[in-house]
């Protein structure tokens, strides 16, 4: 069965830093595209940030570009979302997603996924 856990969230002030990790367990997931997305309170899930399983090539969302960095190891199965100058529209609940197929795009990303249960950011003003 696979699981995600995400770690790292926390309470940050405008500019600050905070890194996301993600642990997948299940499978050995070398072969797969994973990445976060976030949702705020009253508002749809949205893309933040993916990385693809070969390469590895990189996408962002326009918002986060040039603040926030995904990596990945596949030796831990473990996926990472470095979050720089922080702002209060970043305050969210951030989700860890895995690609259910292997060989997958960047670009679906989240169509067909499992879900981790989410860490709260909170960036105060």
């Known amino acids: 069965q696979v699981q995600l856990v995400e770690s790292g969230g926390g309470l940050v002030q405008t500019g600050g830093s905070l890194r996301l990790s993600c642990a997948a367990s299940?499978?050995?997931?070398?072969?797969?595209?994973m990445g976060w997305f976030r949702q705020a309170p009253g508002k749809d899930r949205e893309f933040v940030a993916a990385?693809?399983?070969?390469?590895?090539?990189?996408r962002y969302a326009d918002s986060v570009k040039g603040r926030f960095t995904i990596s990945r190891d596949n030796a831990k199965n473990t996926v990472y979302l470095q979050m720089n100058s922080l702002k209060p529209d970043d305050t969210a609940v951030y989700y860890c997603?895995?690609?259910?197929?292997?060989?997958?795009?960047?670009?679906?990303?989240?169509?067909?996924?499992?879900w981790g249960q989410g860490t709260q950011v909170t960036v105060s003003s």
């Open positions: 997603t895995v690609d259910t197929k292997p060989y997958g795009s960047i670009w679906d990303l989240g169509a067909n996924s499992y």
């Open positions: 299940g499978r050995t997931f070398s072969t797969y595209s």
């Open positions: 990385i693809s399983w070969r390469g590895p090539s990189t």
